[in-house]
């Protein structure tokens, strides 16, 4: 049984956000999703849902920066997931403003309507990027955050507004830190599709970054899944909550399981254009995945290298499948 019916996505025209679109619809709540105006009509992942899935889905585009619009979507809803956001940490050095414009503003609009609204449930998706280079592991809740990045700060700053809201309004907000997300229709900037797509244009190098940082590599359909649980979980307002595997893997490692797939081993190469400024880089992230066991028991499916690897062929399999529709990146890429 769901308390609640109705549901906003903020970023559902995104990657993680059209996969949480499709598992809440399957739920059979009634789904609301913003995708972000564009001249091209295009509402991004959601346009390639499969007919029964899409014609379930209330689409509005429009900004979260525009507290008007954001005003009149947050009428009469039960939930809401905000996952809108800028995410490209090469991009938040470049346009630092359009990050606190999106991330932090675009947030504050959305407290700020919901306080109005008197809204169940705030389900804020920040970040495990907040963290900065992991102080100790496996990291938990309490970690301190090191905003090593602008992308970062604008999402511990998010995150700061959503505590306050909680705070001093008692609006029901819950905040999650997914940690590295991967799977079908995530942009080719990240580092698994940068990876696949090269061995895709049969490139005798794969240029990348650096290869030692680790990181907790989660299954798309494991973080919606743990998103989704929120909906119906006891005691869960005002509280930070990791959605990792528990399990670390190097980009070597996750490099080396592709070209495994690809049954090829090409050099690499690694590109300076790439590397982040020193004190930027995130060496190492590795969730604790306690939190997430008690209050929402939920676990990842990626328990083991073997896990990781069955969830990676898959990604593979839909890249190659879905050629077309990928713009293949070879200039820069996030982890
Ligand atoms: N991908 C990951 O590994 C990862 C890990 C941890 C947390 N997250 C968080 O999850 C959320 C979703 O990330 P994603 O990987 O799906 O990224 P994404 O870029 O695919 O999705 C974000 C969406 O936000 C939308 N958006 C941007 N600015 C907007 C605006 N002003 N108004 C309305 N919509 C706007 C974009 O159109 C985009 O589709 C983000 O908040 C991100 O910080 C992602």
Redesign the pocket.
């Known amino acids: 049984m769901n308390n609640y019916k109705k549901i906003l996505v903020?970023?559902?025209?995104?990657?993680?956000?059209?996969h949480l679109c499709e598992l809440l619809v399957k739920k059979k709540f009634n789904v609301s999703a913003?995708?972000?105006?564009n001249s091209f009509g295009s509402n991004?992942?959601l346009d390639y849902l499969s007919k029964d899935i899409k014609d379930k889905i209330k689409i509005i585009s429009?900004?979260?920066?525009d507290k008007d619009f954001v005003s009149s979507c947050v009428k009469r809803q039960d939930v809401i997931f905000?996952?809108?956001?800028?995410?490209?940490i090469p991009y938040s050095y470049r346009s630092t403003e359009s990050y606190i414009?999106?991330?932090i503003k675009?947030t504050f609009n959305l407290l700020s309507a919901s306080k109005k609204q008197k809204i169940k449930k705030f389900i804020h998706?920040?970040?495990?990027?907040v963290y900065g280079s992991a102080q100790k592991i496996p990291i938990t809740e309490a970690h301190p955050v090191v905003g090593q990045s602008p992308?970062s700060a604008s999402?511990i700053s998010a995150e700061q507004l959503c505590i306050s809201y909680n705070k001093s309004f008692a609006l029901p907000v819950t905040i999650l830190?997914?940690?590295?997300?991967?799977g079908p229709?995530?942009?080719t900037r990240?580092i698994i599709p940068t990876i696949i797509g090269q061995y895709m244009q049969n490139q005798k190098i794969l240029n990348l970054g650096l290869m030692t940082p680790t990181r907790d590599f989660n299954y798309v359909e494991d973080?919606v899944h743990a998103f989704y649980k929120c909906i119906n979980a006891k005691g869960i307002s005002g509280e930070i909550i990791n959605i990792g595997t528990g399990k670390e893997f190097s980009i070597k490692v996750v490099a080396e399981i592709i070209s495994d797939y690809f049954g090829k081993k090409i050099k690499v190469k690694q590109e300076k254009k790439r590397i982040r400024p020193k004190l930027s880089e995130v060496l190492r992230l590795c969730s604790s995945t306690k939190k997430s066991k008690k209050i929402l028991n939920w676990r990842s499916s990626i328990k083991s290298k073997k896990d990781l690897k069955i969830k990676l062929y898959e990604t593979i399999e839909w890249y190659i499948k879905n050629k077309k529709l990928m713009k293949i990146n070879n200039k820069e890429y996030h982890i």
């Open positions: 903020t970023g559902a025209d995104g990657f993680i956000g059209s913003i995708s972000f105006y991004g992942w429009g900004d979260i920066r905000n996952l809108a956001a800028l995410i490209g414009d999106t991330n675009g998706i920040s970040t495990s990027e992308y999402k830190r997914p940690f590295n997300v991967f229709r995530q942009s990240a973080t």
